[in-house]
């Protein structure tokens, strides 16, 4: 990314942010009517909270882990906690303005008192179902990993190739609050599935080699019959893809990059591709995806599965064939009600889907973005099997 687009972005971001923490402070501070000296301290700490997650995210590159990790799980907590006050606050304000206009329509006079009551009652609503809802995703994602099992029927599937598994791990984010404990036991649950193969899907990592390498050793515990594969999503791009598709390759992990591999089992054999993320183009020359090159020359009579981050790349690989396309990048929105969202950018938010002959299934992923929490959206370790439709 250029560096005028990102100080655009950045400014976008820093706006939006102070427009929220406006609307927070106006209708849970200032129109609550807090007895002094309440008003003002909560007045200066959502001040404060507002400027926590860029402090964080400036000092968190300099800061060593050990240090940066409990404060960026305060600073993106309230990210979380943020999002939800304010998607409560809009139905909630949505009835007073209707009560206002009841009000008006019906010629009653202005009654402050009365308004004030309905303040203090919709905030202490809104700000119990946000602290609840916060505190139900913290537990969310640290409960232990949940094995979703997925079965995907394909037509063209020969019969050794029945029962073919593959652990889909995805949109990890290795990072500020997620680390090597994290890995292990996502490790262990892996190859407790005893896969055919191990497929990474993309946003593994939130920082660059230097920071996060180490993290990472457990991955090369990795056990699969036909190995373990992973493509580039936009965080990786964000983290210093070139130094991270080198590093993986010291792990075992083979990285695919617009490029495949065939497995062979019983006299039968099956394509394994993966593709670059869309991102990649922006941030290095030879980067990006390049699904045609990935596929050139291949049998067309072999089931084709493809690892490729964004679910909007289906439509290019149903195009060329593909038997199965495995994304992640979604998290299933990851906070309702961000999962309305999605479908803005992507044409699937989570599951098993189908788009002319080609399945996709995406993941709502194996880790979380951001703040510590999911709301909806539980995490998955994915347990494809294959099976003959």
Do not use: C
């Not at 882990?65 to 993106?76: D, K, L, N, T």
């Amino acid at each position: 990314m250029s560096v005028p687009r990102m100080l655009v972005f950045l400014g976008l971001v820093l706006t939006v942010s102070a427009g929220i923490h406006y609307y927070l402070w106006a209708r849970l501070v200032r129109d609550i009517g807090w007895p002094a000296p309440w008003g003002r301290v909560l007045g200066w700490a959502i001040v404060a909270l507002a400027l926590a997650f860029p402090l964080v995210q400036m000092a968190g590159r300099a800061l060593p882990r050990e240090v940066a990790s409990p404060i960026s799980w305060v600073a993106y907590s309230w990210l979380g906690l943020m999002f939800l006050l304010f998607v409560l606050l809009i139905p909630a304000d949505l009835v007073r303005g209707l009560a206002w206009l009841i009000e008006r329509l019906a010629g009653t006079p202005a009654d402050p008192a009365r308004r004030q009551f309905l303040a203090r009652l919709f905030g202490g609503i809104v700000g119990a179902g946000a602290l609840g809802a916060a505190g139900y995703g913290i537990w969310s994602v640290m409960r232990p990993i949940a094995v979703k099992p997925v079965q995907v029927p394909l037509p063209n599937l020969p019969d050794p190739f029945a029962g073919f598994v593959i652990a889909q791990i995805t949109d990890v984010h290795v990072g500020p609050t997620i680390g090597r404990a994290f890995l292990e036991e996502l490790v262990d649950k892996t190859n407790a599935m005893q896969p055919d193969i191990v497929a990474i899907t993309g946003d593994l990592v939130d920082g660059t080699v230097a920071r996060l390498g180490h993290l990472l050793e457990p991955l090369s515990r990795l056990k699969a019959r036909h190995g373990v594969y992973f493509v580039t999503g936009n965080h990786e791009y964000f983290s210093g893809a070139a130094e991270w598709v080198a590093h993986l390759g010291t792990l075992g992990v083979r990285v695919l990059r617009n490029e495949r591999v065939s497995i062979e089992k019983d006299g039968a054999a099956l394509d394994v591709a993966g593709i670059d993320d869309p991102t990649g183009g922006n941030f290095l020359p030879d980067h990006g995806p390049d699904l045609a090159g990935a596929l050139a020359g291949r049998d067309p009579s072999r089931p084709l599965l493809l690892l490729a981050h964004q679910p909007r790349q289906v439509h290019e690989a149903a195009e060329h064939g593909v038997s199965l396309q495995i994304s992640g990048h979604t998290h299933g929105g990851q906070i309702f009600p961000f999962n309305f969202l999605v479908p803005l950018q992507q044409p699937f938010v989570a599951g098993l889907h189908r788009v002319r002959d080609t399945a996709i299934y995406v993941s709502r992923g194996t880790g979380y973005w951001g703040p510590p929490m999911r709301v909806g959206a539980p995490a998955e370790l994915t347990r494809i099997e294959l099976i003959r439709a």
